[in-house]
């Protein structure tokens, strides 16, 4: 029996490297990167909304600033934030790393905004600092017009740009001991208020090895996320826009993904 279950993943991993695309109809786009390469694609430069896959660039730009034990007030504008969000309550003040936390773990919008108006003054500058990051990283197929993920006709990436993105990232540990935990507490500079944050990434604590990053949803951007793992040694990135069957497609793909780490020479 150990011999047939060996025999078929051979031959799905045969398969797999044999053919540039094995999961074609997993999403509009798609992107899996073992290590150092890039072993299966799926229109990997098309334009496509990223959701709150955005929030990648938002945090990026706050590690790269680095004052994430400075205090920061959430404004008016963060509290009228729509979509996933924290309640966050205007006039509070969080550590800049508690907001990072809820922005990544929670996709909190109000956070998100928040977080922008910290560092920028207004979401604006903000979103012009973000396209500025974005061409000097040479993501070429991606234009931000908001911080958090809204759908908007200018606002769009790619796979390859979020993998591109990815790879910054993951030069920070400290963001995969956020987006690695199931649930996190921030609580307000004075004490006197504590959120409760569940990770919206459902292969947390359920996937061997899933650390990250970040999941997003709106109704034009569909069902996306970029997975990291790591197993014995390799790691697997994993970037799916408008996935149909997300977590389970992932786990499918990911597990194939370290199958061929295993095999190959």
């Known amino acids: 029996m150990k011999y047939l279950v060996g025999l078929l993943l051979w031959c799905q991993i045969m398969a797999a490297q044999g053919q540039p695309d094995p999961f074609p109809q997993a999403a509009k786009a798609y992107l899996v990167k073992v290590d150092e390469a890039f072993i299966w694609e799926h229109r990997p430069h098309d334009h496509l909304p990223p959701a709150s896959l955005t929030k990648l660039m938002t945090a990026l730009l706050i590690l790269e600033q680095g ?16 979509g996933s ?15 990072l936390t809820a922005t990544m773990i929670a ?11 910290h560092l920028s003054g207004n979401e604006t500058g903000f979103v012009a600092r973000m396209n ?20 908007a006709a200018q606002h769009y990436s790619s796979a390859h740009d979020l993998a591109r993105l990815t790879h910054e ?21 004075d004490g ?69 780490s295993r095999a190959a020479p």
């Open 85 to 99: 969000r924290s309640l966050l309550k205007a006039g509070e003040r969080f550590r800049v790393q508690d907001l």
């Open 169 to 189: 990232l993951l030069k920070y540990p400290s963001l995969i001991e956020i987006t690695s935990q199931k649930n996190l507490q921030i609580t307000t500079l």
């Open 107 to 117: 996709s909190s919008n109000d956070a998100c905004h928040a977080l922008a108006d």
């Open 132 to 151: 500025r990051r974005a061409k000097e990283l040479g993501m070429r197929d991606t234009h931000f017009t908001n911080a958090c993920g809204h759908d």
């Open 192 to 260: 006197k208020k504590r959120y409760t944050l569940g990770n919206k990434n459902a292969l947390i604590g359920r996937y061997d090895g899933a650390l990250g990053l970040k999941t997003g949803y709106t109704p034009k951007a569909g069902k996306c996320l970029v997975a990291f793992a790591k197993r014995s040694g390799h790691e697997v990135l994993l970037v799916m826009l408008h996935g149909k069957n997300r977590w389970w497609d992932a786990v499918d793909i990911l597990d194939l993904a370290f199958d061929h």
């Open 67 to 82: 004052q994430l034990q400075e205090a920061a007030t959430i404004s008016l504008a963060s509290t009228r934030e729509t």
